[in-house]
């Protein structure tokens, strides 16, 4: 595929609000997990909730969109003078030549969970002030970031769980070379509620402790939200050194099952190879794999055999929700984000909080940071329920 | 690596449409129900007919609620008539509000003190569980996608798969799909019926295509189906929102429909010959 110039990209998890904190967490191998204290919820978890949310308030005239997951958006838009740039380049293109693609898995689900709590006690009918279509519907992001950003192209959201937003840059890339818009904002993100909450712990994959991506025990998901964002580009003539580029991207299916992934990681592997194909680059290319690496003993084990499977033992890889957490909808976008500050720095994160490695590992899993001056390209996957799989490689301009 | 800036207006995305999958209220399939939108044949209304899938293993099968149903057989109805091997086949999926009496019984059981919701509940509440469950019942382990742009959401997948089409040269399944919520959600987003239709999209004509279809952006004002029964369908129901195309691709006539997709932006679709 013709590569694209990430121009701008910024994001907001529980390691940091803008890229400055994230990269500062990232060099310090902090993890931003804590004990669970999210609203009603009584859980033995950890979560990667972002301080501040609910202090974030939305202009007046886009206030019919105010729920958890706008606002996070909001405060994520605000990061490393995304608007402005998402502004330059709309003013350069015209605002209809710029393409909007989000990922979400939840939306503004919270504020459908909270709604049912008051509901009339005669009729069960929902509030009058719940607002269906600003808060809950997967749109609602898409919609709201739109008006925010003054854009007015083609505009939707991707909505395949936890692949989402690793899918929002595969589609916008599409749209970009087939000709309908010159450039694109993409993205993901998703906050926490009580359904991911409580679906997770029902399907037994909620960790009580902080969760441990690849350790031998390791015991499932910490449950994160995130907004991370990207604008798309052609290339320009001259690359200024140390852009970062999107090279690739594969996608898909598992046909498997719906919540475990196939346990040789079959479409895990497709994607992979799908992804360096469109970069045109080899297994040996690339020099660092963020892994999806959830946690759960089946999605790390499926992952690992297919890394190991394409890439063999001298891959070096490790997964970043032992910081942030799994963010779902927005994991592809956040770590596509990380790679980008990854890549920068030209530092390989390690995996926070894992101890003692699966023995089962068959290729370099980083628990510590490592420093590597020839770091030029990155992969990041992103796997989600329903078998849905999406590979991104990422690239350092010489 | 090599790389310019090619500033220049969007070029129009086509395709040829080789098969069409179609049900909703009154009408069973594309067979069927052609002749009634295309208005050679009287519009009598009836409730949505959903069946189970009889592709996905029996564990699976039990698992599936309406939406899924209905995307799904839509879906395989417009394969079958393309006389496609899923397996290999692309697939965009897109519906507004995905299984609503799944979210239902999920935001009741949260808003009491227990809150133990169903694991199989909760798989079955992502936005791709149709996507999911057609790839497990087809085999299909190419990339399928889950979209949402609200009343747009017929537009924003059909730019999708017009997209994959034109990038790929391979054909794309697009199935749009909307179940009806039950109350209390149904009172804030009233969707009255099930309703379903699928396209196979190609970039060259296959043995038997209908038509080749050219979109665009544009701010014309979105055409309404002439039966005041299937407008309201249409007005009503996301996925209805493409009875407008359908009905020129029923009529096997020339021609160009607006439809609707984003506030302020809608999106004109021309139907030619596919040669």
């Known amino acids: 595929m013709r590569p694209l110039v990430i121009s701008r990209f910024t994001a907001v998890s529980c390691i940091g609000r803008g890229l400055g904190a994230t990269a500062a967490s990232l060099r310090a191998e902090r993890s931003g997990l804590a004990p669970c204290t999210f609203e009603t919820v009584r859980l033995e978890t950890y979560v990667g909730e972002v301080p ?104 939707s959201v991707i909505s395949t769980a936890c692949s989402s937003s690793a899918k929002a840059f595969a589609a916008a890339w599409r749209m970009i070379e087939a000709g309908w818009i010159d450039a694109a904002v993409v993205g993901g993100v998703d906050s926490l509620c009580l359904t991911t909450l409580y679906g997770f712990h029902s399907l037994q994959l909620l960790s009580p402790a902080p969760c441990r991506p690849f ?53 895990a592997r497709q994607a992979m190879e799908q992804a360096l194909s469109a970069a045109g680059l080899a297994p040996a290319d690339i020099d660092y794999i963020n892994l999806h690496g959830t946690g759960t003993p089946s999605n790390d084990a499926a992952e690992g055999c297919a890394v190991s499977g394409l890439f063999g033992p001298s891959a ?44 089962a590992i068959g290729f370099e899993y980083l628990r510590a940071n490592r420093r590597d001056e020839r770091f030029r390209r990155a992969l990041s996957n992103s796997f989600g329920f329903g078998g849905s799989n999406c590979s991104l490689v990422l690239e350092r301009s010489a | 690596m090599s790389g310019i800036v090619h500033t220049r207006q969007a070029p129009p995305l086509s395709a040829c449409v080789r098969a069409v999958g179609l049900v909703g209220p009154g009408l069973a399939d594309w067979q069927t129900g052609a002749p009634v939108i295309a208005g050679d044949a009287p519009y009598q209304p009836s409730p949505t007919v959903l069946s189970a899938p009889q592709s996905l293993p029996p564990a699976e099968r039990r698992r599936t609620g309406a939406t899924v149903k209905l995307a799904i057989g839509v879906a395989q109805q417009a394969v079958a008539a393309a006389a496609l091997d899923p397996v290999s086949l692309a697939a965009v999926f897109t519906s507004s509000g995905g299984d609503g009496l799944i979210c239902h019984e999920i935001c009741e059981t949260l808003a009491t003190d227990d809150r133990q919701i169903s694991p199989t509940r909760f798989h079955n509440s992502v936005h791709n569980a149709a996507a999911g469950y057609w790839s497990i019942a087809s085999g299909a382990t190419a990339a399928s996608s889950a979209i949402c742009a609200h009343d747009g959401s017929f537009a924003a997948g059909l730019i999708e798969a017009l997209t994959q089409v034109t990038v790929s040269g391979a054909p794309v399944l697009l199935t749009a799909y909307e179940t009806s919520y039950p109350e209390p959600l149904r009172a804030k987003r009233p969707i009255p019926e099930s309703f379903g239709a699928a396209l196979v999209l190609a970039p060259a004509p296959g043995e038997r295509s209908l038509a080749r279809i050219t979109a665009a952006l544009t701010d014309a004002p979105c055409d309404r189906m002439a039966d005041p029964e299937l407008e309201a369908l249409r007005a009503a129901i996301p996925a209805a929102r493409s009875l407008p195309l359908l009905r020129l691709l029923a009529r096997r006539e020339p021609g160009r429909v607006v439809i609707e997709y984003l506030p302020r932006q809608r999106l004109a679709v021309e139907i030619g010959e596919c040669r």
């Open chain 1, 215 to 267: 350790d031998a025990a390791r015991e499932g998901i910490s449950i994160g939200e995130a907004a991370a964002f990207a604008l798309l580009e052609r290339l320009p003539e001259q690359v200024e050194s140390g852009s970062i580029l999107l090279t690739g991207s594969g996608e898909s299916s598992d046909a498997h099952h719906m919540s475990s992934p196939h346990p040789q990681g079959r479409g």
């Open chain 1, 52 to 155: 501040g949310v609910d202090e974030e308030s939305l202009p007046r005239e886009l206030e019919r969109f105010d729920c958890r997951n706008n606002r996070l958006a909001h405060l994520g838009l605000h990061q490393d003078g995304f608007i402005e740039a998402v502004r330059e380049s709309a003013g350069r293109f015209g605002p209809r030549r710029i393409g909007l693609i989000l990922g979400t898995s939840t939306s503004g689900m919270l504020a459908t969970e909270v709604a049912y709590r008051r509901r009339d006690p005669a009729t069960g009918a929902l509030p009058a002030d719940f607002d269906y279509a600003a808060t809950h519907n997967s749109y609602s992001l898409a919609a709201f970031a739109r008006e925010l950003l003054g854009l007015e192209g083609p505009a």
């Open chain 1, 316 to 359: 070096r890889a490790s997964s970043t929700k032992g910081a942030t957490g799994h963010t779902l909808g927005a994991a592809g976008a956040l770590e596509a984000v990380i790679c980008a500050i990854a890549l920068t720095q030209r530092l390989m994160p390690g995996s926070a909080n894992t101890r003692e490695l699966d023995p």
